[in-house]
């Protein structure tokens, strides 16, 4: 919470003291200064950070620290924008000097705060080691015996598949995991096998261990030994207990389960008294974090709980709801399956949303009113999850939120500002997470990485859903549960939190909650049509971040943009692609703090000079549907500019002045006349890379070469007005022109002969090859031994080949094909099947689909002779096959 805001405005003084002097003239000491008292509060918050969770006092000096954080950056930038406006006026003359507001802050705010922190810090005992990162589990955590028992739903594949490896033979201790995010039955299965006759029968000694979210060693080894002994165990050292536990264990055979293993150490902490050479013995435990389970038993796969059907979800709310099936008036059906709808196929959800029907359907059956009280629980039912007192997957939740580490939590709130049910890109969202100061920069990663590895780890802890990946496997897309979401939200508005706060429009054409002056709000997410937000009574020395996600581009008055840009002029991050804009808004170029910025027009085809002023961009996406953008700013001086993105073949300005470019990553598409020498060497970090235009041209560029940092290169072909067929291009480079660590690559409309790929096939590295609309044309393709000896993925999409020959020798670590609009290819390699895993073809042969089907079957007899995995290949059919 204060950590990374703290961490962001150090960075932010850093920057000015080593780009914008000119700026802060007369300053420079005071600011010294105030990044030194600024160190100290970061060093205090990251020994504390563990800590505060447990203590209030602690809690309530983070939020102080932070709020008085906010208090300086907002004087610092206030200055900052008046002084760029005034750089060419007389204001100047005006204002008051920024070393005199920087002192007066030091002296009457941060000196105090500092003295505060250093005497609590003295004071605080010393920490012994024994320390946990979790803390105590809630009482609402104990989960209630009585619901375990209670009539479960949807289990019985999962019930058979677990209780068939529990009786199943190994060389050694066997462990098995059930994963699945909170809420989703790990328990009630876990207990429901437990309880079964049959495990009864097979395991006569059964312990269970309710581990929560605090492990504590001895407490698991004298809940072990109460199964064998009613003796006193208390006295005992932790040693003794341990080797009486792993003695009693070695004995014969059991089934000890562990409930709720939240992290690594956890598991470390008892698999030491677990005998690993009883064969006889079995140990399951549930987990939400995938990694957790994965350490536990490297040679079984976690068994992975999914959620329930929508089928399944109504069934099991009847039953909550009316102890049957088939019992639900019809007029509440449709409402009832809006309301099952909400509880994105959590059992647990349902049960609690079950509860809540059941008691409204008894109060008013006689009134007659019951359809009412159900719509007023369909349009509340957030409100019932995060507030009723038999909230258990609020719970659940809120302990997997303070069981985070610190670098993820902000990360993980700060996913409530997409709409319920977005599917939100991961580019855009680890890009926004670098913009908002969230990331910090770890050793030998670039900030994208670190991004991305959050992103993952919230994955792992079933926090986040995986919504799209593509055929590599890499996520593209991800979801937020309901509940999660609204979970988000209810803690980010919190005061002492105040991470940002979502603006809702009610019936009543109100503000939910109301826009005013005095509301302290940093960020703001707008869901409702902007047309109607009262952009004039907001706070406009607060508000950093203003971010709109519709599912539909909408149209704005301009007047309505303009009034939001003139008011909040510290602006950080605006999110704009869903606003259609027919011109780019000239008073942007006002807001110099502006780190992340998407925009969206039709029309959009220039980029003012002025953009060049916004020196802490970061972000710059342009969606427009014009083939060109020209780019009259500078590129050279945008020092912190790190993705630069759109579709638009970019022209730059001729002007190169600066010596930015250091940190570009991402530089899409660029226009092949400004691919020169000078411009890679400016921009030698570059990971990414598109290129639109006449490529013939580019051919000439000696310098790719030099991009050891580049893995992805895109390659489109458009010479307008000529068409792209009569502009082909003869011949492709040698392999050493291309980027020494190229990975992925994509052509599109090259019409290249197909003796050329011989070039692509002597790229050592290279992964992943999409070639689209023609880029390679003619009527055979011949492939050699020993090329594209690292090639995953091959994508042909459109293309004229009737003939293709391969050897099972070529293509040796051929993942996935997909062929789409080879309307013309006569069959597929037969030979590819000994590597391949998955086929996907569209709008193809007959005779193609054939033998999609004879490499499906060669999959299938290698699988039989134990030569590949079972269900190892998978062939998908599309449309369009004669």
């Known amino acids: 919470m204060a950590y990374p805001a703290v961490t962001f405005l150090v960075e932010k003084v850093k920057q000015l003291l080593e780009y914008h002097v000119g700026l802060i003239s007369g300053s420079e000491n005071e600011l010294e200064q105030l990044m030194n008292d600024l160190s100290l ?41 008046k002084a760029a406006a005034g750089k060419s006026s007389f204001f100047s003359k005006h204002i008051i000097s920024l070393a005199k507001e920087v002192k007066s802050l030091r002296q009457n705010k941060v000196k105090p705060m500092l003295d505060t922190v250093t005497t609590y810090f003295v004071s605080m005992p010393i920490d012994d080691g024994s320390g946990t990162t979790a803390e105590e589990p809630s009482p609402k955590m104990k989960m209630d015996r009585s619901i375990r028992k209670e009539n479960i739903f949807g289990f019985e594949d999962a019930e058979a598949t677990l209780t ?57 080894l004298l809940k072990i030994m109460e199964r064998f002994t009613n003796e006193d165990m208390s006295s005992k050292s932790d040693i003794e207990l341990a080797l009486i536990v792993c003695a009693r264990l070695k004995e014969g055979k059991f089934l000890l389960v562990m409930d709720d293993v939240w992290t690594f150490e956890d598991w470390d902490n008892i698999r030491d008294v677990l005998p690993r050479s009883n064969r006889m013995g079995k140990v399951l435990i549930t987990c939400r974090n995938k990694k957790v389970a994965k350490v536990a038993n490297i040679r079984r796969k976690p068994y992975e709980l999914r959620i329930l059907s929508p089928k399944d979800s109504w069934e099991l ?28 196929g959590v059992p647990l959800a349902i049960g609690m949303i079950g509860k809540i029907l059941h008691d409204k359907f008894s109060e008013t059956v006689i009134s007659g009113r019951v359809r009412d009280a159900w719509m007023n629980v369909a349009e509340n039912i957030s409100m019932y999850v995060r507030n009723d007192e038999g909230d ?3 719970s659940i939740i809120s302990e997997s939120y303070k069981n985070l580490p610190a670098e993820l939590r902000d990360c993980f709130i700060y996913l409530g500002v997409f709409p319920n049910g977005y599917e939100i890109p991961v580019w855009t969202l680890t890009c926004l997470w670098i913009a908002e100061g969230f990331i910090q920069q770890r050793e030998g990663q670039s900030l994208e990485e670190t991004a991305e590895e959050n992103l993952y780890e919230l994955i792992n802890r079933n926090l986040v859903m995986v919504d799209k990946t593509n055929l590599m496997g890499k996520v593209k897309t991800c979801r937020v549960r309901n509940m999660i979401r609204e979970f988000c939200n209810s803690k980010a508005a919190m005061e002492e939190y105040n991470l940002f706060q979502e603006i809702k429009l009610t019936n009543e054409r109100e503000f939910d909650p109301p826009v005013n002056q005095k509301q302290m709000y940093r960020r703001l997410c ?17 508000v950093r971040s203003f971010l709109c996600f519709y599912k539909d581009p909408i149209d704005v008055p301009r007047e309505q943009i303009s009034a939001i840009l003139d008011v909040c002029h510290l602006l950080r991050i605006l999110e704009f692609k869903s606003i259609k804009l027919t011109r780019f808004p000239a008073k942007l170029t006002k807001l110099i703090h502006l780190r992340y910025i998407t925009l969206s027009g039709e029309y959009l085809c220039v980029l003012p000079k002025a953009i060049s002023d916004l020196w802490n961009l970061q972000t710059l996406l342009i969606d427009t549907k014009s083939r060109t953008l020209i780019m009259k700013a500078s590129l050279w001086k945008m020092i912190q500019l790190r993705h630069l993105k759109t579709k638009a073949s970019i022209i730059l300005s001729k002007k190169g002045e600066g010596k930015a470019g250091e940190n570009l990553q991402t530089l899409s598409r660029l226009s092949p006349e400004c691919c020169t020498d000078d411009l890679f060497n400016k921009a030698h970090n570059l990971k990414k890379l598109g290129i639109r235009g006449g490529l013939v041209s580019l051919l000439d560029v000696k310098s790719l070469d030099k991009l050891e940092c580049l893995e992805k290169l895109k390659l489109l072909n458009d010479a307008f007005p000529m068409l792209v067929s009569g502009n082909p291009l003869i011949a492709l480079p040698k392999p050493n022109w291309f980027p020494p660590n190229l990975k992925r690559l994509t052509l599109s409309a090259t019409y290249l002969d197909w003796k050329h790929m011989s070039t692509l096939e002597m790229i050592d590295t290279l992964e992943v090859l999409k070639l689209k609309d023609n880029a390679f044309v003619g009527g055979a393709w011949e492939t050699v031994s020993g090329g594209f000896p690292c090639l995953k993925f091959l994508l042909i999409a459109t293309t004229d080949l009737v003939s293709w020959e391969s050897s099972d020798d070529h293509f040796p670590a051929l993942k996935n094909l997909v062929l789409k609009k080879c309307e013309k290819l006569n069959k597929i390699p037969v030979g590819l099947a000994k590597s391949l895993k998955v086929l996907v073809i569209e709008h193809v042969t007959r005779s193609v689909v054939e033998s999609a089907r004879e490499i499906e079957k060669k999959n299938k007899d290698m699988e039989v002779e134990g030569k590949g995995k079972p269900g190892g290949f998978k062939l998908s059919v599309g449309p369009g096959d004669d």
């Open 392 to 394: 258990h997957m609020s």
């Open 164 to 220: 068939r490896y529990l009786n199943e033979e190994t060389d050694e201790l066997d462990v098995i995991s059930i994963v699945g995010k909170p809420g989703v039955g790990k328990t009630t299965l876990a207990w429901k096998i437990y309880e079964s006759p049959r495990i009864k029968y097979e395991f006569a000694t059964r312990i269970w261990v309710e581990i929560s979210q605090k492990l504590e060693r001895r407490h698991v």
């Open 317 to 344: 709310l009847q039953l909550q709801v009316f102890g049957t099936l088939h019992n639900c008036p019809t007029e509440l059906e449709d409402i009832g399956r809006e309301i099952v709808s909400h509880c994105a």
């Open 41 to 81: 509060f970061k060093a205090f918050l990251k020994d504390v950070c563990i800590r505060s969770k447990q203590d209030e006092k602690l809690r309530e000096m983070e939020r102080n620290i932070r709020d008085l954080v906010y208090l300086v950056e907002d004087t610092v930038d206030s200055y900052l924008t």
């Open 526 to 542: 707008i869901h409702h049509h902007l047309s109607d937000f009262p952009s004039e009574r907001l706070n406009n020395q607060c």
